[in-house]
């Protein structure tokens, strides 16, 4: 089983700030990887897939690198909406598919 | 424009059986295959296993082996998901997720049903 490690947990931002947020991968998950934002009450939302390709929708100050195992969330101006959980989730090698432990964007 | 309406809240006792469903609308059922996540209070999201409507094979995750299966009903384009001898740690809210591609990210989600598992 690929384990996802995220970090840090919490990352404490001010509005407008840019924030980068971190997943690790225990092997090689080429570039299969997504990243969800999550808010309270709310289900899951994909953000990113393929490491670095926004879904449909997705605004432009979001943005992905990496490959292999390591792999980066970047914020370039953090809106009020966008304080919530974020998760990466590899689908390279499953089952199961596995996703890290998340990471809690919250305002400073 | 893609739906997934799942079921309403379950109350169940330990020991018991839940079957959540899943109802998709807005695109060609059987082209995109289903993952169930499952999310306890407070905590992360749990990957559970995964359906093709179209064949319908799955995945499961190792630990639920014996526990969950999940099916399809292509007539009415719903996704099922059926967890038995429920415990109090299964006490989660359960969703269901469609892939972007087949065996890919999950680009559609259901709004959650809560189970709750309590004596």
């Known amino acids: 089983e690929i384990v996802m490690t995220q970090s840090p947990a919490t990352l404490s931002v001010s509005p407008g700030e840019r924030a980068t947020l971190s997943c690790r991968a225990s092997q090689s998950v080429s570039s299969s990887l997504a990243w969800y934002l999550q808010k309270p009450g709310q289900a899951p939302r994909l953000l990113i897939y393929a490491a670095s390709t926004r879904a449909t929708g997705i605004p432009g100050r979001f943005s992905g690198s990496g490959f292999g195992t390591e792999f980066t969330l970047t914020i370039s101006s953090l809106q009020s909406e966008d304080f919530a959980v974020y998760y990466c989730q590899q689908y390279n090698n499953w089952p199961p598919l596995t996703f890290g432990g998340g990471t809690k964007v919250e305002i400073k | 424009q893609v739906q997934l309406v799942q079921s309403g809240a379950e109350v169940r006792k330990p020991g018991a059986s839940v079957k959540v469903s899943c109802k998709a609308s807005?695109?060609?059922?059987?082209?995109?295959?289903f993952s169930w996540v499952r999310q306890a209070p407070g905590q992360g999201l749990e990957w559970m296993g995964w359906i093709s409507p179209y064949n319908g094979n799955t995945n499961y995750a190792q630990k639920l082996q014996g526990r969950v299966t999940m099916t399809t009903d292509t007539s009415t384009s719903t996704v099922y998901m059926e967890l038995r001898s429920l415990r109090s740690d299964d006490t989660a809210v359960y969703y269901c997720a469609r892939d972007l591609v087949v065996r890919g990210p999950s680009a559609y989600w259901g709004q959650g049903t809560l189970v709750t598992v309590s004596s």
């Open positions: 807005g695109y060609t059922f059987s082209s995109y295959g």
